[in-house]
Every structure is written in C-alpha cells, then in structure tokens.
C-alpha cells in the first residue's frame, strides 16, 4: 500500500516537474536565430526540398530578403503550394519552381542543364532535402536511398552547378546535415548497405558523407570565394520521419519541445547569409555557432576516400 502511493506520488512529482519545466525545456530547444539584416536583392539561391519543412522556410526567409529563389523539389504541386504561399506573404514574385527529383541522376542533370541554361548566375545553394528510415530500396540508379538522396543526389547536383557558383562568387554551399552523423561510419566495404542494413543508421552514414564532403569540397574550393559549411537544424517537428509510424507518433507527441521548421530553418539562414561567415569555410554549425563534429567527421583520409569513391559510383570526373 505505502509503495503504491510512493510510486503515484512520484509519477505526480515527475509530470508537475516537466509541466513546471516545459516553457524552459522549448526555449532551449528552439536554438539560436539567424540575426543577420543582410538583403539578398539581385541573388540566386537554389534550394532543394524546399517544398515543406526545414527548406520552405529557408526558402521563405531567403525570399523575404530579395532573393531570387528556385524551388528544386521531386513533386511540381506541392513545389507550386510552397512557392505561392511565399510569393504572397513575402511580395516576392521571384520564386519559382523546378522539378528535381535527387534519387535519379537523370532528373539532376536535367536540372542542372535547365538551370545554367536559363540563370546568369547562382550565388547560395542549400543541399537540403533528405530521407530518413526509409525501409531498404534503391534509387533509380541502383543506389541504397539514404546515401542516393542524402548524399549522391547533391554531390551530383554540385558538381553540374560549380562552375556558375565559382563564376558567381562570392558564392556559398550549405549541406543540412544532423547531428545524427555522429552516430554514422562510413564503411567502404558495404556502403550500399547490402550485406547489412539498419534504416535508423542509413540515415546516420548519409548525414556523416554530408559532413566530410562539405569538408573535402571547402579545401578543394580554398581561393575561389566559393565557401562550403554544413549543419545541424536541430530537432525539427518536420515530415522526416513519416516513414516510421512510431517516429511519427512520438514526433507528434512531443512535438512542443521540437523547433517549428521556421526556428529549423535558422541556421540554414544563418549559414547563406550571415556576414562573419564571408570567408568562414568548412566548418559544422547548430544553433547558429561552430559545433562538434564526430571523429569520424573530421577524418581528411576518410574525406577524400569517400569523394574518390562518390565519382567512381556517379561515373565523373572531380578533380
Ligand atoms: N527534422 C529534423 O529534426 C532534422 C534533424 C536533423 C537534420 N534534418 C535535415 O534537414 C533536412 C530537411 O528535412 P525536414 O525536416 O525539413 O524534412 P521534410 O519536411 O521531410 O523535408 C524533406 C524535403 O526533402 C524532399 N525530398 C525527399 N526526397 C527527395 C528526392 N528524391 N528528390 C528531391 N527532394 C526530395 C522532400 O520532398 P517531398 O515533400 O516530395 O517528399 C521534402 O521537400 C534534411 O536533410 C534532414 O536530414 C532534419
């Protein structure tokens, strides 16, 4: 009897604690804001997966400030939502919306091509878009998804595109990553996941590539006033995880400790325009400052391994 009412006791203790706590607990959560007052008139920005979430709020922010902003999103209808709904807030009429589709090659170099034949100029792509826990399946190029998308489809995607951001500098390159990339291993002998597969740890390896090819491509790019960082947006109540029924369930659950995607979205802002960043290269943010990368991240070798390896399986030429 008296354990019983120990335990009650206790529970109630608890819940008082974290009701008392919330408010404090969410404005932690909510991170750092991007307080640059910088004006983007006259600039190009591509954004992928810009449709929803973390991108559509980047995209609106970016429009907010003049910038010519392309959509580059896999459905034309949602892409179209996204662009009239900031259109109309913003008073932006520069936001448009281009098809890519980052799990086929061939959708990528079409985009690419209609982009460099259609812009003069591009001054601030944001590889954003991203799969998680995606049961196993393949791109259209027989590429595991998480790595296809996450990672293959916006290396592709830079590649076609550097040649007008260097034209264009200065110019910035920003990987949404996570912080999930500490938990990743690159691990040459199964990259694909063949032999052994976790959807959870997929979608960590991919956020880690994100993180050494951000670092490979800033030391290529060193002189060229072209910058390349990557970050974490923080825990962000997104449609990311609805390919899991439990993620879902708790992600709505605990949806008020999470960012809103706008708060997600800051240091996605913070990293395409903040000013201290002009020559800032290389480097991992969260919350709107320098954070920790794993070890693994920060291994050169590994870098410049998972780049030789990121041409031979897309068929090019980066040198
Ligand atoms: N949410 C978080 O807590 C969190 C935490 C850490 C990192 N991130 C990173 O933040 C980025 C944005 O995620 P989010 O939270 O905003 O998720 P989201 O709401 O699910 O947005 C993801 C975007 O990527 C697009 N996308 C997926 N597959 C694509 C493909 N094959 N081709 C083109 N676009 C594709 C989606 O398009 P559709 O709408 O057509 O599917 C959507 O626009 C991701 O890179 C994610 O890894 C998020």
Redesign the pocket.
Known sequence: MLNCLVTVLGIFICVLLLFMTAPYIRRYMAGGVCKSTTKLNGKVVVI?????????ETARDLAQRGARVII????MA?GEAAACEIRAETGNQQVIVKK?????TK?IREFAENFLAEEKALHILI??????LCPYSK?ADGFEMHL???HL?HFLLTFLLLECLKQSAPARIVN?????HHGGRIRFHDLQGEKCYNWGLA?CHS?LA?VLFTRELARRLQGTGVTANSL???????????HSILMTLLWKTFSFF??T?RE?AQTSVYCAVAEELESVTGQYFSDCRPAYVSPQGRNDELAKKLWNVSCELLGIQWD
Request: net charge positive.
């Open positions: 992928t997966g810009a449709n929803t979430g973390i991108g559509k580059a999103c896999r459905d949602k890519l589709d980052l799990a086929d959708s590889n954003n878009a991203g799969v998680m791109t296809g998308v996450n489809g949404v990553s996570s912080l999930a979608y956020k994100n974490h947006p923080g825990s962000v109540h997104s449609e990311l995880v609805r999470l960012k995607p997600g």
